[in-house]
């Protein structure tokens, strides 16, 4: 069995199987896997679309260190994941520390390695490329190691956020007072309460307080919502009242949700899928390995 890529061979095993990894530039490519058997060779082509580890400087023979930035405090092993942008073919990649090398990759504008065994201070991060035509182009900065006390050790909660079917301002719309209330920054962008938008009959409605956490809305499946509206037509988007929409519960309404928002580490907002599958995820957010913490 052989693997190729845009027409070069990469990869040959004399064997019924093949499981590896094939290193791919970022772009759009054809993967190939041709095998042969006693009636001859047979293949299956597949296109693949190799995408950057984060946005890239995109100006040509530019080197992005993705997983760092000037002045990163980290412990160790910490991950150095970094990209090239090149009109040219990238014939290397390779990672120096305080301006030693520290390993590399070859054909590829992709670096990703892990680091360890720094002494704990200050030193210097450089991702260096150079491409077909010999040039060499790269990124620098300073980073602090910290020892292994302050890193990963001191994690005690993974907090994930998971919003919804409904907008921000519907759950979190009074969280900017919450945080005032902690001595935090007010700094959310919540209800405005001299705002007004029209509902469908024209009349104005401004921002109010729920009286319920049960509040009217459509499904949020797309073709049960075209199927309540219009006869199921998929004639246009969906128009609700308007009145429905500027709703939100006070932050004494909602307190599990905004204890968690000052110090969420992800967020996981979701698609259009029955509420019960996204309500299971959400009662795992505020989980603790105590259970003290834990939502049922």
């Given at each position: 069995?052989?693997?190729?890529?845009?027409?070069?061979?990469?990869?040959?095993?004399?064997?019924?199987t093949?499981?590896?990894f094939v290193?791919?530039?970022?772009?759009?490519?054809?993967?190939?896997?041709?095998?042969?058997?006693?009636a001859?060779?047979?293949?299956?082509?597949?296109?693949?679309?190799?995408?950057?580890?984060?946005?890239?400087?995109?100006?040509?023979?530019?080197?992005?260190?993705c997983s760092?930035?000037?002045?990163?405090?980290?412990?160790?092993?910490?991950?150095?994941?970094?990209?090239?942008?090149?009109?040219?073919?990238?014939?290397?990649?390779t990672l120096?520390?305080?301006?030693?090398?520290?390993?590399?990759?070859?054909n590829?504008?992709?670096?990703?390695?892990?680091v360890?065994?720094?002494?704990?201070?200050?030193?210097?991060?450089?991702?260096?490329?150079q491409?077909?035509?010999?040039?060499?182009?790269?990124?620098?900065?300073n980073?602090t190691v910290?020892?292994?006390?302050?890193?990963?050790?001191?994690?005690?909660?993974?907090?994930?956020?998971?919003?919804?079917?409904?907008?921000?301002n519907?759950?979190?719309?009074?969280?900017?007072?919450?945080?005032?209330?902690?001595?935090?920054?007010?700094?959310?962008?919540?209800i405005?309460p001299?705002?007004?938008?029209?509902?469908?009959?024209?009349?104005?409605?401004?921002?109010?307080?729920?009286?319920?956490?049960?509040?009217?809305?459509?499904?949020?499946?797309?073709?049960?919502?075209h199927?309540?509206?219009?006869?199921?037509?998929?004639?246009?988007?969906?128009r609700?009242?308007?009145?429905?929409?500027p709703g939100?519960?006070?932050?004494?309404?909602s307190?599990?949700?905004?204890?968690?928002?000052?110090?969420?580490?992800a967020?996981?907002?979701?698609?259009?899928?029955?509420s019960?599958?996204?309500?299971?995820?959400?009662?795992?957010?505020?989980?603790?390995?105590?259970?003290?913490f834990?939502?049922?």
């Amino acid at each position: 069995m052989q693997i190729y890529v845009d027409g070069t061979l990469k990869q040959t095993v004399k064997a019924s199987t093949i499981d590896t990894f094939v290193a791919m530039p970022t772009g759009y490519h054809t993967l190939t896997v041709k095998g042969w058997d006693s009636a001859g060779a047979f293949k299956t082509a597949v296109p693949v679309a190799m995408q950057p580890p984060c946005a890239l400087n995109p100006a040509n023979q530019t080197v992005t260190i993705c997983s760092l930035v000037a002045g990163s405090i980290v412990s160790q092993p910490f991950h150095v994941v970094a990209a090239a942008t090149d009109s040219n073919p990238v014939k290397s990649m390779t990672l120096f520390l305080d301006g030693v090398g520290h390993g590399g990759i070859s054909n590829s504008a992709i670096l990703d390695l892990y680091v360890s065994n720094l002494a704990v201070g200050a030193h210097t991060v450089s991702v260096q490329a150079q491409d077909s035509t010999g040039l060499v182009f790269k990124q620098k900065f300073n980073i602090t190691v910290t020892s292994a006390a302050n890193g990963l050790s001191n994690l005690k909660h993974i907090i994930f956020f998971v919003q919804e079917n409904r907008s921000f301002n519907d759950y979190f719309g009074m969280l900017g007072q919450y945080r005032a209330s902690l001595n935090l920054p007010n700094d959310i962008d919540g209800i405005d309460p001299n705002a007004a938008l029209p509902n469908t009959q024209g009349q104005l409605v401004h921002p109010y307080h729920y009286a319920t956490v049960c509040t009217e809305n459509l499904s949020p499946s797309w073709n049960e919502s075209h199927n309540d509206v219009d006869g199921g037509k998929m004639d246009q988007f969906l128009r609700l009242i308007t009145m429905l929409g500027p709703g939100s519960p006070p932050a004494t309404d909602s307190s599990r949700l905004c204890w968690l928002t000052p110090f969420p580490t992800a967020c996981i907002c979701s698609p259009p899928l029955l509420s019960e599958i996204r309500l299971r995820y959400r009662h795992l957010q505020a989980a603790s390995p105590s259970g003290q913490f834990s939502s049922n």
